[in-house]
């Protein structure tokens, strides 16, 4: 079961999600308008709707859409409160759209969260038009297939990730530690099929981007 969360960062075309089977839609606040572009019906909208065109709200309040309404000084961002509700409702499996743009300390926010969850179980991915962000861990192996202009990063997250295994790219790696800060994962190509990548121990960020 997977839950869809729009958020109010940059459009996402909806070609970028089309293979994905979510069953349940969250719109983080100004994510309302991003859906209602894209002709997704939310199930459930969130905020303190500070960003949200109050048209379209009420437009959508008006089909007894459920809505939250939080107070403006809150301790969460209205994404994070969306995953808690996405989480309350019971799905582990989360991909968020929209949750990149110009402001890069949400982007990032966004981002770390993705970690956050993993402690508790849940999967997190991020998608938008050039990325697809998820997050690797202990005795993890993912295939990846292979696109034309797109590359393949490794970002470690705890001090070191060990055992990491990378074939069918332009610079395999053989059980190879690394450590936090290095960019000796960044910037990969696939040169296969379909790109392996296993990591015995630790966390990492992986980033699929196209140029």
């Known amino acids: 079961m997977i839950a869809l ?14 293979n994905i089977n ?7 606040d100004g994510g309302l308008k991003k859906a209602d572009h894209m002709g997704i019906l939310p199930n459930a909208i969130l905020g303190d709707f500070d960003s949200v065109d109050p048209d379209i709200l009420k437009k959508y309040m008006l089909m007894n859409i459920e809505t939250k309404k939080f107070p403006p000084e809150k301790d969460f961002t209205d994404m994070e409160l ?9 799905y582990k499996k989360l991909v968020l759209i929209s949750a990149l743009g110009s402001r890069f300390d949400h982007s990032v926010a966004n981002i770390m969260l993705i970690e956050k969850y993993l402690k508790l179980g849940i999967r997190i991915e991020i998608i938008d038009n050039n990325n697809k ?3 690797i861990s202990d005795n993890t192996e993912i295939c ?5 202009n797109s590359f393949v ?9 060990s055992g990491l295994t990378l074939e069918g790219f332009k610079y395999p790696l053989d059980k190879k530690t690394v450590n936090r800060g290095s960019a000796q994962c960044v910037s990969n ?3 296969s099929n379909y790109g392996r990548v296993s990591l015995e ?10 140029d």
């Open 22 to 28: 979510y069953e349940y839609v969250i719109c983080a």
């Open 144 to 148: 990846i297939e292979s696109k034309k």
């Open 5 to 18: 969360i729009i958020a109010n960062g940059d459009e996402v075309d909806i070609s970028s999600i089309k």
């Open 153 to 161: 990063s490794i970002v470690p997250l705890t001090d070191t990730i």
């Open 133 to 135: 962000i998820q997050i």
């Open 201 to 210: 121990k630790g966390t990492a960020l992986l980033f699929v981007s196209n």
């Open 189 to 191: 190509e696939i040169v």
């Open 82 to 90: 969306s995953i808690e509700f996405a989480v309350e409702k019971g």
